[in-house]
């Protein structure tokens, strides 16, 4: 029961992400410790017990395969809502069922496509892995077509956005943050969870955690070396952690933390949409403009397909009208 009715409440936050979703869960399993739920009428809908029994095994198995925390929650958050929606045998469920909750889904929420289409990939994962368990002999989600996307080309900050930024850091822990985001190209989670030892200084690099629990190598520049080590050296506590709340007990910054730092010195600076991915976003694209081979610009992100570097990179337009004009000028 309370598991239902924590994914009832996290169904209505369609906005926040998944990390956020895992964080505004436990807050709600430790709240609901103290207090016994029942049910208000009878015709509230529960996902059946062999249902539940293989989204618990595709869930483990999904923390096998090095998913994280957050991307498991989302998981668990999707699917549950899903089968307690159409209330089957999972061996009953067709293709009409998937479309009309997602039909019913996008027209009684506001969320984009790209969302919805979020959601079908998490339903396909599921059904698929059903079929290569033996379990099912067709997948109800493959005649569903995915929802069109409008393309939206993501600006990454421009050089003078990072200058700004960079100026209007506060401390030598936030500019550090700054420098290191930049520099590295890391995500918010990998930064989050990077220790002092992760880092050389004499090689430039510090070791990095991806996704499924995939180590690479990612590497520093002068600014990044010297305000990370500067930093460091103003540390008095013992935390193992890069980056730690500036008042004690210093414990290792939060995501919560991270996104409270950038909107300050965003607002100081007055740039708009600061947030870690941007700063991923236009590490990538400078390091092409600059010359560096996608392939390269693939391993330093940590991307399983170049198609999804490519996403990520905005071209610089008025480099593309630059050679066509010395190019096509004979």
Known sequence: ??????????????????????????????????Y?????GTSLQTVNNTSLHYL???????????????????????????????????????????????????????????????????LNGFFKWLIKRRVLTANPVDSIDSVKCQKK????LSAEDVELLRSACESERDLAIVECL?????RASELLQL????????????????????????????RSHIHLKNYLGLRTDDNQALFVSSRAPHERLTRRGLEDILNRIAAAANVKNVHPHRF?????????????????????????SIETTRIYCTVNQEAVKHNHKRLMNF
């Not at 598991?3 to 992400?17: A, D, G, R, T």
């Not at 016994?36 to 208000?40: G, N, P, V």
């Not at 930049?182 to 890391?186: E, G, I, L, R």
């Open 280 to 304: 991923r976003r236009t590490s990538a694209t400078d390091l092409l403009n600059a010359g560096m081979p996608i392939e390269q610009v693939q391993e330093l992100l940590g991307h399983k």
């Open 153 to 156: 080309v993501k600006q990454p």
């Open 195 to 222: 220790n002092r030892s992760d880092i050389s200084f004499a090689k430039n690099d510090i070791v990095v955690l991806g996704k499924g629990n995939k180590e690479r190598v990612t590497y520093l520049n002068a």
């Open 182 to 186: 930049y520099s590295t190209a890391v």
């Open 36 to 40: 016994d739920l029942e049910a208000k």
């Open 56 to 122: 618990q095994m595709y869930l483990e198995s999904c923390e096998q395969a090095g998913k994280s925390k957050g991307t498991s929650g989302l998981y668990r958050f999707h699917l549950s809502h899903f089968l307690s929606y159409v209330n089957k045998d999972i061996s009953q469920i067709t293709d009409d069922d998937v479309y009309t909750y997602l039909y019913n889904y996008r027209h009684k929420r506001t969320v984009s496509n790209s969302y919805l289409n979020q959601i079908r990939l998490i």
């Open 1 to 34: 029961m309370k598991e239902q009715f924590i994914c009832e409440i996290l169904h209505h936050l369609p906005s926040f992400s998944s990390d956020q979703l895992s964080e505004i869960k436990d807050a709600i399993r430790i709240v609901l410790c103290k």
